[in-house]
Nanobody, 122 residues
Framework: QVQLVESGGGLVQAGGSLRLSCAAS????????MGWLRQAPGKEREFVAH????????GYADSVKGRFTISRDNAKNTVYLQMNSLKPEDTAVYYC???????????????WGQGTQVTVSS
């Protein structure tokens, strides 16, 4: 059973920073693409960023490029999302996900965490 547990969400003022963590357990994740996706109230879930366990491949949504950074610690089976210069429109539930393909399509991810709320006040 694959388990993903997110942490680090909270309330922050616009312009502030947060770091989300995703701890993975249950299987080896060395071959998985790990992603962060988010869902705002009344909107569809959308891609934020992804990273491959092997190699240095990362990808970002245009809306977060230059502000968010995804990274991983393979020894800890943990993926991080550093979020800087946060905007009110970044407010959403953020989900960690794992998949063989990854990328911007939400259907490319097979395993999901429970989500963590990020709220950015103006």
């Amino acid at each position: 059973q694959v388990q993903l547990v997110e942490s680090g969400g909270g309330l922050v003022q616009a312009g502030g920073s947060l770091r989300l963590s995703c701890a993975a357990s249950g299987r080896t994740f060395t071959s998985y693409v790990m992603g962060w996706l988010r869902q705002a109230p009344g909107k569809e879930r959308e891609f934020v960023a992804h990273i491959r366990w092997r190699g240095a491949g990362t990808g970002y949504a245009d809306s977060v490029k230059g502000r968010f950074t995804i990274s991983r610690d393979n020894a800890k089976n943990t993926v991080y999302l550093q979020m800087n210069s946060l905007k009110p429109e970044d407010t959403a539930v953020y989900y960690c996900a794992a998949g063989w393909v990854g990328g911007p399509s939400t259907s490319s991810y097979d395993h999901w965490g429970q989500g963590t709320q990020v709220t950015v006040s103006s």
